[in-house]
């Protein structure tokens, strides 16, 4: 898929959020099937290429950083990066942390048995390190959110749909409560309820209201 479409197929749209409940369930969204490839490792696995990966993080948090956990090393017969991705969260105006782990096995020479590293090709590491970094970055990515990845490959994947509906019946019960509101006092009962932007909004105008 060319980059300069992938946020046209975004699950959802990105606009400004004041909540961190709202940019969660931004988050809580299956990827676009337009946007898995079948991995090279075969048996059925789905993945999501680290260009999208990387678009969609710009596209959700504005700028990121890859910043290595340790050097690329040889492990057994796989190169292996560990990476920690820094994501600036736009609601909690900081900087959040997600560790990530890659692994590619080693391209040896015709021939050779996986132990034999030292037939590993010439070209061996400045293919497969690069690999291990965009696994690495993908595997942290899948962390913040199921739109990056985390559960394609996950029959059982964890279904936040209910929790979300739970949410969204106490965000009606408040609504409720700020339009019925006939007192300033009782409108402050529900302050420390305003879990989306619309509540939030609503309460500043129902409060001016009250003290008018």
């Given amino acids: 898929m060319e980059l300069s479409k992938i946020q046209d197929h975004l699950p959802v749209d990105i606009q400004e959020v004041t909540s961190l409940y709202e940019f969660n369930k931004k988050l809580d969204v299956t990827p676009p099937a337009k946007w898995l490839e079948n991995s090279p490792a075969g048996h059925g696995v789905k993945y999501i290429p680290i260009r999208i990966i990387e678009t969609v993080l710009r596209t959700y948090f504005g ?66 390190a690069p690999a291990a970094l965009s696994f690495a970055v993908s595997n942290a990515a899948k962390k913040i959110g199921k739109v990056f990845g985390s559960e394609i490959n996950d029959d059982k994947g964890i279904n936040l749909g209910d929790l979300y509906k739970v949410e969204d019946k106490k965000n009606e019960r408040v609504r409720e409560w700020i339009e019925t509101a006939s007192s300033e006092a009782e409108l402050k009962q529900v302050a420390k309820m305003l879990y989306t932007k619309e509540l939030k909004e609503l309460y500043n105008q129902k409060l001016s209201e009250c003290r008018s």
């Fill in 63 to 128: 700028v990121y950083q890859v910043e290595f956990a340790s050097p690329v090393k040889l492990i057994a017969n796989s190169v292996v990066a560990e990476v920690h991705l820094k994501v600036y969260h736009p609601v909690l105006k900081e900087w959040l942390c997600y560790a990530g782990v890659g692994a590619v096995p080693v391209q040896l020479q015709k021939g050779a048995s996986v132990m034999e590293i030292d037939k590993m090709n010439k070209m061996a590491m400045q293919k497969n």
